[in-house]
């Protein structure tokens, strides 16, 4: 089993910066892809990127690209999105997820909130 916890959501003005963290309590972390997906009120939850095991590809929405950035530190089962120039629509609760084959598994999430 594995537990994921996210934190480092908060209310901040738009253009401003967030660095959410997720910690894994599992040793086999490094074998696990890592995501990172949003759901804002009344809408479905959607991607906004991820990372390879590795760490050596990343992938990101559209919406995020050149904005929001993915990186992990398999020595301390911690994964990380940083988050600038941070527009009211970015407003969501933040969901990390694990995953690999025959696996997936996904945090409680991390509200931001984003005024302008």
């Known amino acids: 089993q594995v537990q994921l916890v996210e934190s480092g959501g908060g209310s901040v003005q738009a253009g401003d910066s967030l660095r959410l963290s997720c910690a894994a309590s599992v040793r086999t972390f490094s074998t696990f892809a890592m995501g990172w997906f949003r759901q804002a009120p009344g809408k479905e939850r959607e991607f906004v990127g991820e990372?390879?095991?590795?760490?050596?590809?990343?992938y990101y929405a559209d919406s995020v690209k050149g904005r929001f950035t993915i990186s992990r530190d398999n020595a301390k089962n911690v994964v990380y999105l940083q988050m600038n120039s941070l527009k009211p629509e970015d407003t969501a609760v933040y969901y990390c997820?694990?995953?690999?084959?025959?696996?997936?598994?996904w945090g409680q999430g991390t509200q931001v909130t984003v005024s302008s």
């Open positions: 997820r694990a995953f690999r084959a025959g696996s997936d598994y």
């Open positions: 990372i390879a095991w590795s760490g050596g590809r990343t």
